[in-house]
């Protein structure tokens, strides 16, 4: 007989009660936590699924649909990815990740719409701004960028991935710009404007009173002392960190799929839940990627996962530059005529079909469990 899989929901149903005794919690925290202990239980209520093929039934309980539920990102993904993959440029594809420093993180934790609002806006203007300067690239790009707050030990750990088509509109727009291969832009560069801008737009929201700070931030009310966290900030060069580039549309889409709807922790990576203590895997990048268990009591991994819960309607996931939603459709059939690939279109990027959600979120075929036939 199989195991069952160990889920996050297991370790709120358990503790979760406990949790809120020990720490309370905000309302959208709460709101997370009755979602994931109830999706996919009795408590949502259940519907029926039927085989179009030999009409097999079988009942289904309803998903939370929340988007912190490692159980519910499959669909939000394929339905995201359809519309993404007619939006690929015959291209290759860069991989930039802007950092925010550990130091301003508690800022950003009692700050958390503000702050990830001008992080996300800082990685998109440092971007915009350097491509844009002649000896550079000299052109308009277009981008995605996706807001990530943990580290895989499920510690605050807040950056942003953008994902850049190799090149952009020169402009006067009759021709497309193409940029060196195997390099996009000077990460020393990016990291000082994007620190410089940052800095500056945390400035203005101080002074605009757009700032709440309490418990041990409590004296950055003063002007001085917020200075000083910012000097802090600034003694060192911000990590502005380039990956390897993409080979093509179809390696973007297998990206993305795996990092635009993530959660702080998927269940696949819990090993064990027992006596009070959660053990999972996390990957140490500090040391060559090695893989290692890593074991909390259950309290604090609630309190850690619960610290990547973002502000109700807060977009995570954003498009700038000529991909902004604007003018994205008419910009990137300028780009497709300018390569020279009008025909360029989703049926040539297929990477989603017809998907179901597993209990982790991953994306299978949809398929009859009676006669095995693909719905």
Not at 105 to 129: E, F, K, W
Request: proline share 5%; charged share 20%.
């Amino acid at each position: 007989m199989n195991t069952p899989q160990l889920e996050v929901a297991d370790v709120f149903r358990e503790h979760g009660d406990e949790y809120l005794r020990t720490y309370g919690a905000t309302a959208a925290q709460r709101q997370v936590l009755r979602a994931v202990q109830n999706c996919r239980t009795a408590v949502l209520g259940g519907h029926v699924e039927a085989c179009d093929r030999c009409g097999h039934q079988q009942i289904a309980y309803n998903s939370c649909r929340n988007r912190h539920c490692p159980k519910c990102q499959g669909p939000a993904t394929a339905r995201w990815l359809q519309a993404r993959a007619a939006e690929l440029l015959p291209v290759g594809y860069f991989h930039l990740v802007f950092t925010l420093p550990s130091v301003l993180g508690p800022l950003a934790l009692q700050n958390p719409r503000v702050v990830y609002d001008l992080l996300l806006q800082a990685a998109a203007q440092t971007l915009s701004a350097v491509a844009a300067t002649p000896k550079h690239l000299g052109a308009e790009i277009g981008f995605l960028a996706v807001l990530h707050t943990w580290g895989q030990n499920l510690m605050h750990h807040s950056h942003v991935h953008c994902v850049i088509p190799a090149g952009g509109l020169a402009p006067n727009g009759v021709q497309w710009v193409h940029c060196r291969k195997g390099f996009f832009l000077p990460v020393r560069v990016l990291s000082r404007v994007f620190r410089g801008k940052f800095v500056s737009g945390l400035k203005q929201a101080f002074v605009r009173g757009d700032l709440r700070f309490h418990g041990e931030l409590a004296e950055l009310t003063q002007t001085g002392a917020f200075e000083g966290l910012l000097n802090q900030s600034v003694r060192h060069d911000w990590v502005v960190y380039a990956k390897r580039p993409f080979g093509g549309p179809q390696q973007v889409l297998k990206y993305l799929a795996r990092y635009t709807h993530r959660v702080a922790i998927s269940n696949r990576r819990l090993i064990s839940f027992a006596e009070g203590k959660v053990t999972f895997r996390w990957k140490d990048y500090a040391h060559a990627d090695r893989v290692r268990l890593m074991t909390l009591s259950a309290i604090e991994f609630i309190r850690r996962f619960l610290l990547h819960v973002l502000p109700k309607g807060f977009v995570k996931i954003r498009h700038y530059g000529f991909m902004a939603n604007r003018f994205r459709r008419a910009k990137l059939e300028l780009c497709r005529r300018l390569l020279q690939r009008p025909d360029l279109a989703a049926a040539e990027h297929d990477p989603v079909g017809e998907l179901r959600e597993t209990r982790d979120g991953d994306k299978v075929p949809r398929r009859c469990p009676h006669c095995g036939e693909v719905n």
